[in-house]
């Protein structure tokens, strides 16, 4: 049987929201509804913490969750719980990589992350959405929201800024509803022994021109499955999100 663990990597610096792990939302810090919700699909035992920042540590114990001290030092997400990985002594065969600045994370979606790794030939599983098809293209173009495609198999082929796939011979305000665009969902899951690996591996050129650590993946000759999610996630990454996040627990009575 497939053992998983949970890691929700929260780092106290942010350029547009200091503390953000900290920050109060309807009577909790944000990472304790992260915490939560994640215990609902793996269990409480089975969900860390990794931090480098003592009062993250500090206020995650005290509302008995659990946490570990990494590095100040990590480039990426994927570093910070590699190392977590390997001070915690696991002996999970997958590592999901839960973000820690959505309070509001499906539980489902963790599991549809899990499921991936059903098939052996997955070494690391994401999530995409499908593009509204109403929307413009303006929002489409948006290098922010990143886009994939995928092949018949399920696993992703590119992950770009860009609008991929270009659609020749169509006018870009139909494009949208011409086609049905893939937009990556920031959570992923690894195979423990690869988690080990591609921390390991160089920066690859089109990572480098793109500024996507997956491409780095992919470069390398991993295979990353793509599971496809309609539910839309609330990440706060300005102080606007967190009122709207305020907002959305008050109305909810969260």
Request: aromatic fraction near 8%.
């Amino acid at each position: 049987m497939t053992e998983f663990i949970g890691i929700i990597p929260a780092r106290y610096a942010s350029g547009r929201l200091p503390g953000k792990p900290l920050l109060d939302i309807g009577g909790k810090p944000m990472i304790q509804r992260v915490f939560e919700q994640a215990a609902k699909a793996l269990g409480n035992q089975n969900v860390w913490v990794a931090t480098d920042d003592q009062r993250i540590f500090d206020a995650v114990i005290a509302f008995g969750g659990q946490a570990v001290m990494t590095s100040e030092n990590h480039r990426s997400g994927t570093d910070r719980i590699a190392e977590a990985v390997s001070k915690i002594g696991t002996n999970a065969d997958v590592v999901i990589n839960i973000q820690g600045d959505e309070p509001f994370i499906d539980p489902e979606q963790i599991k549809m992350l899990a499921d991936c790794f059903k098939s052996p030939d997955t070494d690391i599983a994401t999530l995409a959405r499908p593009f509204d098809q109403t929307d413009s293209f303006d929002n489409l173009e948006d290098p922010n929201k990143v886009k994939v495609v995928v092949g018949v198999d399920g696993h992703a082929l590119y992950f770009s800024r860009s609008v991929i796939p270009y659609l020749r011979g169509v006018e870009k305000d139909k494009w949208a509803s011409s086609h049905q665009y893939l937009i990556h969902v920031g959570m992923y899951a690894y195979r423990t022994n690869v988690l080990k690996q591609i921390t390991q591996l160089t920066p690859a050129p089109l990572e480098i021109a793109e500024s996507l650590e997956q491409l780095r993946w992919l470069s390398n000759g991993y295979t990353v499955k793509v599971s496809l999610t309609e539910k839309p996630t609330i990440g706060i990454d300005t102080a606007d999100d967190l009122e709207a996040a305020r907002r959305y627990c008050t109305k909810n009575n969260l």
